[in-house]
């Protein structure tokens, strides 16, 4: 199996695992930022396989820095949370 998708399954993993698994919740934040250096990593050194690749990149990137900013977590609204699953919108209430 290749790297992009180890790094892809570990991320599903972690997000489906995380709230039954207190241990696993309490590092997930770090996870997910490893995902995406390893990830960033992988684009960088393909960037010149073309444009596509770089854009991917950038899109990346941006996500990434969105996500260091707000502690290892994708920001999102209580909206949203409660069109996924009741479980994600009482989290985001609660602050976790």
């Given at each position: 199996?290749?790297?992009?998708?180890t790094i892809l399954f570990l991320q599903i993993g972690v997000f489906l695992f995380q709230?039954?698994?207190d241990w696993l919740s309490s590092i997930s934040a770090f996870i997910f930022i490893g995902v995406y250096i390893?990830?960033?990593?992988?684009?960088?050194v393909n960037r010149k396989l073309g444009f596509?690749?770089?854009?991917?990149?950038?899109g990346v990137l941006?996500?990434?820095i969105v996500i260091i900013a707000n502690d290892g977590r994708m920001p999102?609204?209580?909206e949203a949370a409660k069109v996924l699953d009741p479980s994600y919108s009482e989290a985001l209430e609660v602050g976790n």
């Open positions: 199996m290749g790297l992009l998708p709230a039954k698994m390893v990830g960033l990593v992988f684009l960088w596509g690749v770089q854009l991917i990149l950038v941006l996500n990434f999102v609204s209580l």
